[in-house]
Protein backbone atom coordinates (compact mmCIF):
# COMPACT_ATOMS: atom_id res chain seq x y z
CA UNK A 1 0.00 0.00 0.00
CA UNK A 2 1.79 3.37 -0.79
CA UNK A 3 1.99 6.19 1.74
CA UNK A 4 -0.56 8.69 2.04
CA UNK A 5 2.12 11.33 2.59
CA UNK A 6 6.15 12.06 1.46
CA UNK A 7 8.59 11.57 4.05
CA UNK A 8 11.45 13.95 4.10
CA UNK A 9 14.84 12.20 4.52
CA UNK A 10 17.23 13.04 7.42
CA UNK A 11 21.48 13.56 6.37
CA UNK A 12 23.57 16.10 8.28
CA UNK A 13 23.02 18.94 5.73
CA UNK A 14 19.25 18.89 6.37
CA UNK A 15 19.49 18.15 10.06
CA UNK A 16 21.19 21.45 9.81
CA UNK A 17 18.46 23.73 8.22
CA UNK A 18 16.35 22.05 10.38
CA UNK A 19 18.32 23.67 13.25
CA UNK A 20 18.80 26.85 11.14
CA UNK A 21 14.78 27.18 11.45
CA UNK A 22 13.26 25.53 14.91
CA UNK A 23 16.74 26.31 17.61
CA UNK A 24 17.41 29.45 15.51
CA UNK A 25 19.28 31.53 18.33
CA UNK A 26 20.77 28.47 20.53
CA UNK A 27 24.24 28.54 20.08
CA UNK A 28 25.94 25.93 17.35
CA UNK A 29 29.77 26.83 17.67
CA UNK A 30 31.64 28.29 20.41
CA UNK A 31 36.04 28.72 20.00
CA UNK A 32 36.90 30.94 21.99
CA UNK A 33 35.23 34.11 22.01
CA UNK A 34 34.00 33.28 18.89
CA UNK A 35 29.80 32.21 18.25
CA UNK A 36 27.59 31.12 15.99
CA UNK A 37 24.07 30.48 16.60
CA UNK A 38 22.02 28.10 14.96
CA UNK A 39 20.77 30.16 12.32
CA UNK A 40 24.42 31.85 11.36
CA UNK A 41 25.76 28.50 11.32
CA UNK A 42 22.99 27.27 8.79
CA UNK A 43 23.75 30.49 6.59
CA UNK A 44 27.36 30.37 6.40
CA UNK A 45 27.19 26.69 5.28
CA UNK A 46 24.84 27.60 2.86
CA UNK A 47 27.07 30.03 1.54
CA UNK A 48 29.74 28.29 1.20
CA UNK A 49 27.79 25.53 -0.36
CA UNK A 50 26.58 28.20 -2.99
CA UNK A 51 30.74 29.31 -2.75
CA UNK A 52 32.00 25.90 -4.17
CA UNK A 53 29.05 25.58 -6.64
CA UNK A 54 29.84 29.15 -8.35
CA UNK A 55 33.74 28.58 -8.60
CA UNK A 56 32.61 24.75 -10.84
CA UNK A 57 32.36 22.50 -8.42
CA UNK A 58 29.45 19.96 -8.90
CA UNK A 59 28.30 16.56 -6.58
CA UNK A 60 30.75 14.09 -5.90
CA UNK A 61 34.30 16.32 -6.24
CA UNK A 62 36.03 16.73 -3.42
CA UNK A 63 37.68 19.67 -1.29
CA UNK A 64 40.32 19.13 1.09
CA UNK A 65 40.94 20.34 4.28
CA UNK A 66 44.62 21.68 6.18
CA UNK A 67 43.15 23.51 8.76
CA UNK A 68 43.76 24.28 12.71
CA UNK A 69 40.39 23.50 14.33
CA UNK A 70 38.36 26.29 14.50
CA UNK A 71 34.82 27.45 13.98
CA UNK A 72 35.72 27.93 10.26
CA UNK A 73 36.83 24.40 9.62
CA UNK A 74 33.43 22.95 11.11
CA UNK A 75 31.53 25.27 8.54
CA UNK A 76 33.75 24.60 5.64
CA UNK A 77 33.77 20.57 6.35
CA UNK A 78 29.58 21.13 6.53
CA UNK A 79 29.03 23.59 4.42
CA UNK A 80 30.75 21.66 1.94
CA UNK A 81 28.02 18.35 2.62
CA UNK A 82 25.29 21.07 1.34
CA UNK A 83 26.62 21.28 -2.06
CA UNK A 84 27.16 17.58 -2.47
CA UNK A 85 31.43 17.94 -2.05
CA UNK A 86 33.25 15.66 -0.53
CA UNK A 87 35.25 16.25 2.33
CA UNK A 88 39.04 15.14 2.47
CA UNK A 89 40.12 16.65 6.30
CA UNK A 90 44.37 16.18 6.17
CA UNK A 91 45.87 15.80 9.21
CA UNK A 92 48.27 18.63 10.10
CA UNK A 93 51.02 17.28 11.96
CA UNK A 94 51.77 14.69 8.48
CA UNK A 95 54.90 15.58 6.41
CA UNK A 96 54.62 17.63 3.20
CA UNK A 97 55.24 14.40 1.10
CA UNK A 98 52.25 12.90 2.64
CA UNK A 99 50.20 16.07 2.60
CA UNK A 100 50.91 16.07 -1.34
CA UNK A 101 50.48 12.16 -1.51
CA UNK A 102 47.20 12.43 0.18
CA UNK A 103 46.02 15.39 -2.20
CA UNK A 104 46.67 13.49 -5.31
CA UNK A 105 45.15 10.42 -4.07
CA UNK A 106 41.49 12.13 -3.25
CA UNK A 107 41.66 13.74 -6.75
CA UNK A 108 40.53 17.09 -4.83
CA UNK A 109 40.10 19.71 -7.03
CA UNK A 110 39.67 22.48 -4.05
CA UNK A 111 41.19 23.19 -0.81
CA UNK A 112 41.02 25.41 2.31
CA UNK A 113 44.16 26.08 4.51
CA UNK A 114 45.10 28.16 7.57
CA UNK A 115 48.09 30.03 8.74
CA UNK A 116 51.45 28.45 7.75
CA UNK A 117 49.43 25.51 5.94
CA UNK A 118 49.06 27.61 2.88
CA UNK A 119 52.53 28.18 2.36
CA UNK A 120 53.20 24.41 2.57
CA UNK A 121 50.55 23.81 0.09
CA UNK A 122 52.60 26.75 -2.32
CA UNK A 123 55.22 24.70 -2.53
CA UNK A 124 53.60 21.53 -4.03
CA UNK A 125 52.78 20.71 -7.38
CA UNK A 126 49.00 21.28 -7.11
CA UNK A 127 47.69 22.11 -10.84
CA UNK A 128 44.51 20.25 -9.79
CA UNK A 129 43.31 22.93 -7.60
CA UNK A 130 40.61 25.08 -9.21
CA UNK A 131 39.91 26.92 -5.86
CA UNK A 132 42.22 27.58 -3.05
CA UNK A 133 40.47 29.11 0.30
CA UNK A 134 42.60 30.83 3.08
CA UNK A 135 41.95 31.15 6.55
CA UNK A 136 44.12 33.54 8.68
CA UNK A 137 47.23 33.25 6.07
CA UNK A 138 50.01 34.93 6.94
CA UNK A 139 50.58 36.42 3.42
CA UNK A 140 48.78 33.88 0.84
CA UNK A 141 50.23 34.01 -2.88
CA UNK A 142 47.75 35.73 -5.41
CA UNK A 143 45.89 32.90 -6.40
CA UNK A 144 44.47 32.24 -2.63
CA UNK A 145 40.70 33.26 -1.63
CA UNK A 146 40.26 34.75 1.53
CA UNK A 147 37.36 32.74 3.02
CA UNK A 148 35.64 35.23 5.42
CA UNK A 149 34.60 37.74 2.27
CA UNK A 150 34.05 34.80 -0.39
CA UNK A 151 31.73 33.42 2.29
CA UNK A 152 29.38 36.62 2.86
CA UNK A 153 29.75 37.67 -1.04
CA UNK A 154 27.13 34.21 -1.18
CA UNK A 155 23.60 33.88 -0.99
CA UNK A 156 22.53 32.58 2.21
CA UNK A 157 19.53 30.66 0.43
CA UNK A 158 20.06 27.21 0.95
CA UNK A 159 21.69 25.66 -2.65
CA UNK A 160 19.71 23.50 -5.03
CA UNK A 161 21.31 20.36 -5.01
CA UNK A 162 19.64 16.96 -3.88
CA UNK A 163 21.79 14.85 -1.41
CA UNK A 164 21.32 11.31 -1.27
CA UNK A 165 22.05 8.99 1.63
CA UNK A 166 24.37 7.34 -1.49
CA UNK A 167 26.83 9.93 -1.89
CA UNK A 168 29.81 10.41 -1.12
CA UNK A 169 30.66 12.32 2.52
CA UNK A 170 34.02 12.02 3.09
CA UNK A 171 37.31 10.57 2.59
CA UNK A 172 39.32 10.15 6.03
CA UNK A 173 42.96 9.36 5.39
CA UNK A 174 43.53 5.88 8.20
CA UNK A 175 46.09 6.80 11.11
CA UNK A 176 49.30 4.90 9.04
CA UNK A 177 50.26 3.25 12.34
CA UNK A 178 50.70 0.00 10.30
CA UNK A 179 51.59 1.34 6.87
CA UNK A 180 50.85 3.79 4.12
CA UNK A 181 47.87 5.76 5.01
CA UNK A 182 44.69 4.48 3.14
CA UNK A 183 41.44 6.93 2.44
CA UNK A 184 38.58 5.90 4.37
CA UNK A 185 35.57 6.54 2.20
CA UNK A 186 32.06 6.79 4.00
CA UNK A 187 28.56 7.79 2.69
CA UNK A 188 25.86 10.77 3.59
CA UNK A 189 23.68 8.07 4.75
CA UNK A 190 26.89 6.39 6.50
CA UNK A 191 27.37 9.07 8.45
CA UNK A 192 24.35 9.91 9.49
CA UNK A 193 23.95 6.23 10.90
CA UNK A 194 26.88 7.14 12.43
CA UNK A 195 25.22 9.96 14.00
CA UNK A 196 21.76 8.64 15.23
CA UNK A 197 23.81 5.08 16.99
CA UNK A 198 26.55 7.15 18.61
CA UNK A 199 24.11 9.71 19.53
CA UNK A 200 22.30 7.34 21.47
CA UNK A 201 25.08 4.71 22.81
CA UNK A 202 26.98 8.05 24.40
CA UNK A 203 24.23 9.88 25.77
CA UNK A 204 23.65 13.00 23.49
CA UNK A 205 20.60 15.11 23.67
CA UNK A 206 19.82 18.40 22.22
CA UNK A 207 21.01 20.06 25.38
CA UNK A 208 24.72 18.70 24.80
CA UNK A 209 27.78 20.77 24.82
CA UNK A 210 30.12 19.07 23.26
CA UNK A 211 33.80 19.63 23.79
CA UNK A 212 36.20 18.74 21.04
CA UNK A 213 39.77 18.96 22.06
CA UNK A 214 41.42 16.72 19.10
CA UNK A 215 42.36 18.10 15.72
CA UNK A 216 38.76 18.15 13.80
CA UNK A 217 40.43 16.29 10.85
CA UNK A 218 40.25 13.60 13.03
CA UNK A 219 37.24 10.95 12.60
CA UNK A 220 36.77 10.87 16.40
CA UNK A 221 36.05 14.41 16.76
CA UNK A 222 33.89 13.54 13.45
CA UNK A 223 31.89 10.97 15.66
CA UNK A 224 31.33 13.34 18.23
CA UNK A 225 30.62 16.48 16.24
CA UNK A 226 28.14 14.23 14.04
CA UNK A 227 26.29 13.37 17.04
CA UNK A 228 25.54 16.76 18.33
CA UNK A 229 24.59 18.72 14.87
CA UNK A 230 21.96 15.95 14.33
CA UNK A 231 20.27 16.15 18.14
CA UNK A 232 21.14 20.14 17.87
CA UNK A 233 23.70 20.84 20.87
CA UNK A 234 26.48 22.79 20.89
CA UNK A 235 30.04 22.30 19.79
CA UNK A 236 32.87 23.74 21.57
CA UNK A 237 36.09 23.99 19.93
CA UNK A 238 39.28 24.19 21.69
CA UNK A 239 41.98 25.28 19.16
CA UNK A 240 44.97 23.02 20.47
CA UNK A 241 44.35 20.54 24.17
CA UNK A 242 46.33 21.47 27.44
CA UNK A 243 44.39 20.51 30.54
CA UNK A 244 43.90 23.98 31.74
CA UNK A 245 42.02 24.90 28.97
CA UNK A 246 40.01 21.90 28.79
CA UNK A 247 39.12 22.82 32.52
CA UNK A 248 38.73 26.60 31.86
CA UNK A 249 36.27 25.37 28.95
CA UNK A 250 34.05 22.67 31.02
CA UNK A 251 33.33 25.35 33.36
CA UNK A 252 32.98 28.74 31.50
CA UNK A 253 30.41 26.86 29.01
CA UNK A 254 28.93 24.20 31.24
CA UNK A 255 30.20 21.12 28.90
CA UNK A 256 28.52 17.94 29.35
CA UNK A 257 29.92 15.74 26.23
CA UNK A 258 33.26 15.30 25.30
CA UNK A 259 35.67 12.69 23.51
CA UNK A 260 38.98 11.66 24.43
CA UNK A 261 41.91 9.29 23.65
CA UNK A 262 43.89 7.78 27.07
CA UNK A 263 46.68 10.42 26.60
CA UNK A 264 44.61 13.34 27.71
CA UNK A 265 42.46 11.56 30.44
CA UNK A 266 45.73 10.47 31.72
CA UNK A 267 47.14 13.94 31.62
CA UNK A 268 44.30 15.49 33.42
CA UNK A 269 44.21 12.96 36.34
CA UNK A 270 48.10 14.20 36.85
CA UNK A 271 47.32 17.90 36.87
CA UNK A 272 43.90 17.13 39.28
CA UNK A 273 40.82 19.08 38.69
CA UNK A 274 40.87 20.74 42.18
CA UNK A 275 39.43 24.21 42.11
CA UNK A 276 37.78 23.56 38.52
CA UNK A 277 33.84 23.03 38.50
CA UNK A 278 33.57 20.01 36.87
CA UNK A 279 29.82 19.61 37.82
CA UNK A 280 28.29 19.91 34.36
CA UNK A 281 29.72 17.08 32.93
CA UNK A 282 27.24 14.10 32.25
CA UNK A 283 29.19 11.91 29.91
CA UNK A 284 32.66 11.54 28.23
CA UNK A 285 33.35 8.77 26.15
CA UNK A 286 37.51 7.47 25.50
CA UNK A 287 38.92 5.47 22.56
CA UNK A 288 41.63 5.70 19.88
CA UNK A 289 43.37 3.03 21.93
CA UNK A 290 43.38 0.62 25.08
CA UNK A 291 42.72 2.75 28.07
CA UNK A 292 44.83 1.80 30.96
CA UNK A 293 42.66 0.03 33.72
CA UNK A 294 43.97 2.22 36.59
CA UNK A 295 42.78 5.05 34.30
CA UNK A 296 39.38 3.60 33.58
CA UNK A 297 38.90 2.85 37.67
CA UNK A 298 39.69 6.53 38.28
CA UNK A 299 38.41 8.84 36.16
CA UNK A 300 34.50 8.81 37.23
CA UNK A 301 35.11 9.39 40.74
CA UNK A 302 37.41 12.30 39.74
CA UNK A 303 34.87 14.01 37.46
CA UNK A 304 32.12 12.72 38.85
CA UNK A 305 30.45 11.81 35.36
CA UNK A 306 29.48 8.36 33.20
CA UNK A 307 33.01 7.29 31.27
CA UNK A 308 32.03 5.23 28.35
CA UNK A 309 34.65 3.12 26.79
CA UNK A 310 34.64 2.90 22.91
CA UNK A 311 36.33 0.56 20.68
CA UNK A 312 35.85 0.96 16.88
CA UNK A 313 37.65 2.13 13.65
CA UNK A 314 36.75 4.58 11.36
CA UNK A 315 36.33 1.92 9.00
CA UNK A 316 33.37 1.29 10.79
CA UNK A 317 32.15 -1.27 13.58
CA UNK A 318 31.74 -0.15 17.20
CA UNK A 319 31.43 -1.16 20.56
CA UNK A 320 31.27 0.30 23.49
CA UNK A 321 30.97 -0.21 27.69
CA UNK A 322 27.70 1.24 28.97
CA UNK A 323 27.75 2.96 32.28
CA UNK A 324 25.66 0.33 33.52
CA UNK A 325 27.92 -2.67 32.92
CA UNK A 326 30.95 -0.52 33.86
CA UNK A 327 32.42 -1.84 37.28
CA UNK A 328 31.25 -5.78 36.26
CA UNK A 329 32.71 -5.70 33.68
CA UNK A 330 35.53 -3.06 33.54
CA UNK A 331 38.16 -4.43 31.56
CA UNK A 332 36.42 -5.07 28.71
CA UNK A 333 35.41 -2.57 25.71
CA UNK A 334 31.68 -3.68 25.88
CA UNK A 335 29.35 -4.75 23.36
CA UNK A 336 28.38 -3.63 19.67
CA UNK A 337 25.67 -1.31 18.82
CA UNK A 338 22.61 -2.21 17.95
CA UNK A 339 21.84 -3.04 14.50
CA UNK A 340 26.07 -4.22 14.02
CA UNK A 341 27.11 -7.79 14.01
CA UNK A 342 30.71 -9.04 15.92
CA UNK A 343 32.20 -12.43 14.82
CA UNK A 344 35.74 -13.75 16.18
CA UNK A 345 37.25 -15.72 13.38
CA UNK A 346 40.88 -17.64 14.23
CA UNK A 347 44.07 -18.11 11.51
CA UNK A 348 42.12 -20.65 9.39
CA UNK A 349 39.32 -17.87 9.16
CA UNK A 350 36.74 -20.20 10.95
CA UNK A 351 34.38 -18.12 13.56
CA UNK A 352 35.82 -19.04 17.06
CA UNK A 353 34.10 -19.75 20.12
CA UNK A 354 33.95 -17.57 23.57
CA UNK A 355 36.60 -17.52 25.76
CA UNK A 356 39.19 -18.15 22.89
CA UNK A 357 40.99 -15.57 21.07
CA UNK A 358 40.83 -14.49 17.47
CA UNK A 359 40.26 -11.64 15.25
CA UNK A 360 37.39 -9.33 15.38
CA UNK A 361 35.08 -8.87 12.23
CA UNK A 362 32.17 -7.00 12.38
CA UNK A 363 29.63 -5.29 9.83
CA UNK A 364 26.72 -2.81 10.17
CA UNK A 365 25.38 0.11 8.70
CA UNK A 366 28.51 2.03 10.08
CA UNK A 367 31.06 0.25 7.90
CA UNK A 368 32.79 2.42 5.16
CA UNK A 369 31.94 2.09 1.80
CA UNK A 370 35.22 0.70 0.76
CA UNK A 371 39.22 2.02 0.75
CA UNK A 372 39.52 5.01 -1.79
CA UNK A 373 41.50 3.60 -5.13
CA UNK A 374 42.37 0.54 -3.51
CA UNK A 375 39.99 -2.39 -4.31
CA UNK A 376 43.20 -4.99 -3.28
CA UNK A 377 42.82 -3.19 0.36
CA UNK A 378 39.21 -3.65 0.51
CA UNK A 379 39.41 -7.41 -0.27
CA UNK A 380 42.10 -7.73 1.96
CA UNK A 381 40.07 -5.95 5.21
CA UNK A 382 37.03 -8.89 3.89
CA UNK A 383 35.78 -11.83 5.17
CA UNK A 384 33.74 -13.44 3.85
CA UNK A 385 30.96 -16.19 5.74
CA UNK A 386 29.13 -19.18 4.75
CA UNK A 387 26.20 -17.08 3.73
CA UNK A 388 28.09 -14.94 1.63
CA UNK A 389 27.89 -11.83 3.70
CA UNK A 390 31.38 -9.49 3.77
CA UNK A 391 32.44 -8.28 7.07
CA UNK A 392 35.28 -6.37 7.72
CA UNK A 393 38.04 -7.42 9.17
CA UNK A 394 39.42 -5.18 12.03
CA UNK A 395 43.19 -6.44 12.28
CA UNK A 396 42.64 -6.64 16.18
CA UNK A 397 42.61 -9.98 18.46
CA UNK A 398 39.75 -9.83 20.67
CA UNK A 399 38.13 -12.71 22.99
CA UNK A 400 34.17 -12.71 23.53
CA UNK A 401 32.85 -13.49 27.24
CA UNK A 402 29.62 -15.41 27.83
CA UNK A 403 27.45 -12.42 27.57
CA UNK A 404 28.81 -11.43 24.74
CA UNK A 405 31.13 -8.53 25.79
CA UNK A 406 34.93 -8.33 24.22
CA UNK A 407 38.21 -7.86 25.63
CA UNK A 408 40.74 -6.54 23.82
CA UNK A 409 43.80 -8.57 23.93
CA UNK A 410 46.08 -6.89 20.87
CA UNK A 411 46.58 -5.71 17.07
CA UNK A 412 47.23 -8.38 15.02
CA UNK A 413 50.63 -7.01 13.47
CA UNK A 414 51.67 -6.26 16.97
CA UNK A 415 51.64 -10.30 18.13
CA UNK A 416 54.91 -11.69 18.95
CA UNK A 417 54.91 -15.00 17.93
CA UNK A 418 57.87 -16.53 20.09
CA UNK A 419 58.60 -20.16 20.41
CA UNK A 420 55.12 -21.15 18.77
CA UNK A 421 53.64 -19.29 21.05
CA UNK A 422 51.27 -15.95 20.85
CA UNK A 423 51.84 -13.46 23.28
CA UNK A 424 50.18 -10.79 23.07
CA UNK A 425 52.12 -7.04 24.38
CA UNK A 426 48.96 -5.79 26.00
CA UNK A 427 49.05 -8.53 28.26
CA UNK A 428 52.69 -7.45 29.26
CA UNK A 429 52.42 -4.16 29.31
CA UNK A 430 49.29 -4.27 31.66
CA UNK A 431 51.50 -5.90 34.46
CA UNK A 432 54.13 -3.10 33.82
CA UNK A 433 51.95 -0.30 34.20
CA UNK A 434 51.38 -1.69 37.90
CA UNK A 435 54.74 -0.61 38.51
CA UNK A 436 54.69 2.50 40.06
CA UNK A 437 57.54 3.78 38.49
CA UNK A 438 56.11 3.18 34.93
CA UNK A 439 54.58 6.32 32.77
CA UNK A 440 54.12 4.84 29.70
CA UNK A 441 54.97 1.37 27.71
CA UNK A 442 55.02 -0.25 24.94
CA UNK A 443 56.13 -4.13 23.82
CA UNK A 444 57.36 -5.12 20.80
CA UNK A 445 58.71 -8.26 19.32
CA UNK A 446 62.38 -8.11 18.20
CA UNK A 447 63.97 -10.88 16.14
CA UNK A 448 66.05 -14.16 17.87
CA UNK A 449 67.87 -16.33 16.80
CA UNK A 450 66.41 -19.16 19.31
CA UNK A 451 62.53 -18.24 19.64
CA UNK A 452 62.04 -16.69 16.39
CA UNK A 453 61.03 -13.39 18.54
CA UNK A 454 61.14 -12.01 21.87
CA UNK A 455 59.20 -9.30 24.05
CA UNK A 456 61.14 -6.19 24.13
CA UNK A 457 59.86 -3.37 26.79
CA UNK A 458 60.15 -0.18 25.84
CA UNK A 459 59.31 1.98 29.10
CA UNK A 460 58.81 5.93 29.96
CA UNK A 461 59.79 6.42 33.48
CA UNK A 462 59.04 9.04 36.26
CA UNK A 463 61.61 11.79 36.25
CA UNK A 464 64.62 10.84 37.69
CA UNK A 465 63.84 13.33 40.81
CA UNK A 466 61.16 11.37 41.86
CA UNK A 467 61.03 8.53 43.97
CA UNK A 468 58.85 6.51 41.87
CA UNK A 469 61.71 6.43 39.93
CA UNK A 470 64.57 4.43 41.90
CA UNK A 471 64.60 1.11 39.73
CA UNK A 472 66.60 0.36 37.13
CA UNK A 473 66.09 -1.19 33.74
CA UNK A 474 66.98 -4.67 34.75
CA UNK A 475 65.45 -4.71 38.41
CA UNK A 476 61.98 -3.36 36.21
CA UNK A 477 62.58 -5.97 33.54
CA UNK A 478 62.70 -9.03 37.01
CA UNK A 479 60.11 -7.54 38.32
CA UNK A 480 57.76 -7.80 35.77
CA UNK A 481 59.00 -11.42 34.98
CA UNK A 482 58.44 -12.87 38.18
CA UNK A 483 54.60 -11.72 37.32
CA UNK A 484 54.47 -12.87 34.11
CA UNK A 485 54.46 -16.34 32.54
CA UNK A 486 57.53 -18.27 31.84
CA UNK A 487 56.65 -17.90 28.23
CA UNK A 488 55.78 -14.33 28.17
CA UNK A 489 58.48 -13.22 29.69
CA UNK A 490 60.69 -9.87 28.68
CA UNK A 491 63.81 -9.90 27.40
CA UNK A 492 65.15 -6.49 27.86
CA UNK A 493 63.60 -3.53 29.19
CA UNK A 494 65.04 0.10 27.54
CA UNK A 495 63.73 3.88 29.12
CA UNK A 496 63.17 6.51 26.72
CA UNK A 497 61.97 9.92 27.49
CA UNK A 498 58.92 9.35 25.30
CA UNK A 499 56.81 6.99 23.03
CA UNK A 500 56.09 8.48 19.34
CA UNK A 501 52.18 8.57 19.22
CA UNK A 502 50.14 9.32 16.49
CA UNK A 503 47.23 12.46 17.14
CA UNK A 504 44.75 10.06 18.38
CA UNK A 505 47.37 8.61 20.38
CA UNK A 506 47.75 5.04 19.43
CA UNK A 507 51.68 4.14 19.68
CA UNK A 508 53.44 4.07 16.83
CA UNK A 509 54.96 0.24 16.90
CA UNK A 510 55.92 0.58 12.99
CA UNK A 511 58.43 3.47 14.09
CA UNK A 512 59.50 1.19 16.97
CA UNK A 513 60.08 -1.84 15.96
CA UNK A 514 61.73 -0.41 13.08
CA UNK A 515 64.22 1.58 15.75
CA UNK A 516 65.09 -1.54 17.77
CA UNK A 517 64.96 -4.04 15.11
CA UNK A 518 68.87 -4.45 15.76
CA UNK A 519 68.69 -4.78 19.17
CA UNK A 520 70.60 -7.26 20.78
CA UNK A 521 70.58 -7.45 24.61
Known amino acids: MP ?26 LICGEARRSWAQFDAATNRIANGLIAAGLRKGDRIAVLMASSIEMVELMFGAGKAGVSVVPINVSVSDAAVSAMLADSGATAIAASGSHCGRIDQMDVAALRLKLAVDAPSPARDWTGVALWRDAQSPTAPNVAIAPGDECNI ?52 TMLSTLLLGGTIVVLPSFSVPELLDAIQQHRVTHGAFVPVQLQRLLERGVQ ?53 RKIESVGRPLPGQRLKLVGADDREVAAGYA ?78 RAVVDVAVIGIPDERWGETPLAIVVPHTADSTDACISAAELRDWANARLGKQQRITAVIFVAQLPRNPNGKILKRELRTTYAAFHV
Not at 383 to 402: E, F, Y
Open 275 to 327: GSDVGSLQAIMCCGSPLPLAVKREIPHRLGCALIELYGLTEGLVTTLDPEDFE
Open 3 to 28: RAFDTPQLLLPDAIAHHGRWRAGRPA
Open 172 to 223: IYSSGTTGLPKGIVHSQGCRRNWAIDLGLALRYHSGAVTVCSIGLYSNIMWA
Open 358 to 435: GEIVGLGRVVMDGYHNRPDATLEATWTDDAGLRWLRTGDIGRLDDEGFLYLLDRKKDLILSGGQNIYPADLEAVLLEH
